[in-house]
């Protein structure tokens, strides 16, 4: 496939001095960067959504590993890692659900106890490595996916997990730019993705960069859609993915995978291996995180709800195993994830 004609957007560039962020608060009306000096700076941004989606919070936080790592007089890699190692703390903490970022983290820590004097060369090396890693695994998991997807159908996606949220060509995103490209997806539908509208900033906006044609629905409207038959597929990605093969995913994905299994549209769930987290045993040991109510209350910076009113905004939520018919990583494809499945193709995942 012609990676470059359904591929432009790039939301992380590193100039070997600093972390250039596209800012994904300010699309789909501003291209601007957040540019970042220094790993805090990184992890502020994280916080804030200016870089977002599970590889890329992993990925801009292997480069604010780097960053960190400047500032140090370090004989050896592992005395620089007793140095930076409150910084990595604080990067941790920046978002709790998506296990890529401790994955990112820890991969890094990995590479800095083993190092020696040129131990600030190896973190680069690890940072490029992490980032060129997920985009090849993008690339391989939308041959995977699509080729799963008969001729002519619709699919149904939601929230961000495309270029904007990786490093580049994206999860199940990339499994639809490659059903497009090779004529099996007939129609995209994305769900806007209340509260913070990764659908309809970024979505629809990525796909449209890249000549795809998608249609916007409210998030209401998928089962209205589903049962249209208009949609064969709802194709997802994932910020955690249990032991048992539960998935942790935007606020609205298990919603929609109880709407998808009733009308018969199966659930494909797309993410790397850097999100498989096997150390948790399923989705009841998951950290959701509870963003700012105000997310709730508001509309483009205008009050929209009466002075008083209380608001829940946890931005997560887990879907059963049970509902999921098709897990594909890079690799492979797993149908029914259960534990033994799970186990047989990451037994060895021994980050995460
Ligand atoms: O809060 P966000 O925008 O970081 O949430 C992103 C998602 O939930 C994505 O679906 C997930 O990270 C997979 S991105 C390839």
């Not at 004989?75 to 190692?85: K, N, P, R």
């Not at 997310?295 to 946890?314: C, D, H, I, M, Y």
């Not at 797993?334 to 033994?340: G, K, L």
């Amino acid at each position: 496939m012609d990676f470059d004609r359904y591929d432009r957007v790039r939301p992380i560039r590193w100039d070997g001095q600093h972390l250039h962020l596209l800012d994904q608060r300010a699309l789909p009306f501003t291209e601007c960067e957040v540019i970042c000096a220094d790993a805090d700076a990184v992890a502020a941004a994280i916080h804030a959504l200016v870089v977002r989606g599970a590889p890329a919070i992993g990925i801009a936080a292997a480069w604010a590993v780097v960053m960190a790592g400047r500032s140090v007089q370090a004989g050896d890699g592992a005395a620089a890692l007793a140095a930076i190692d409150p910084v990595l703390q604080r990067l941790a903490q920046a978002r709790p659900t998506a296990v890529n970022l401790r994955w990112a983290l820890a991969r890094m820590r990995a590479v800095l106890a083993r190092a020696g004097g040129d131990w600030q060369q190896c973190l680069a090396a690890e940072a490029a490595a992490i980032a060129s890693e997920d985009l090849a695994a993008n690339r391989h998991m939308g041959a995977l996916g699509a080729a799963l997807i008969a001729p002519g159908s619709g699919v149904y996606t939601h929230c961000n997990t495309g270029s904007l949220a990786t490093a580049g060509f994206g999860t199940a995103l990339g499994v639809i730019r490659a059903g497009v490209a090779g004529a099996r997806i007939a129609r995209v539908f994305a769900g806007e993705t209340r509260p913070w509208l990764q659908g309809a900033r970024l979505t629809v906006w990525e796909l449209q960069r890249d000549g795809i044609d998608a249609t916007l629905v409210a998030d209401s409207a998928a089962a209205y859609v589903m049962r249209s038959g208009q949609v064969q597929w709802l194709i997802v990605g994932a910020d955690r993915i249990c032991a048992n093969g539960d998935v942790a995913n935007k606020i609205g994905t298990y919603a929609l995978a109880i709407a998808a299994r009733y009308h018969g549209v199966r659930t494909m769930v797309v993410a790397p291996s850097s999100t498989v987290d096997m150390a948790t045993a399923d989705g009841s040991g998951i950290e959701i995180e509870l963003r700012d109510p105000a997310e709730l209350l508001s509309f483009a910076g205008q009050r929209t709800v009466a002075a008083g009113v209380k608001a829940w905004n946890p931005v997560f939520d887990v879907t059963p195993a049970a509902l999921i018919d098709v897990l594909v990583t890079e690799r492979g494809v797993i149908a029914h994830p259960d534990v033994a499945s799970m186990a047989q193709a990451f037994a060895c995942n021994s980050i995460g």
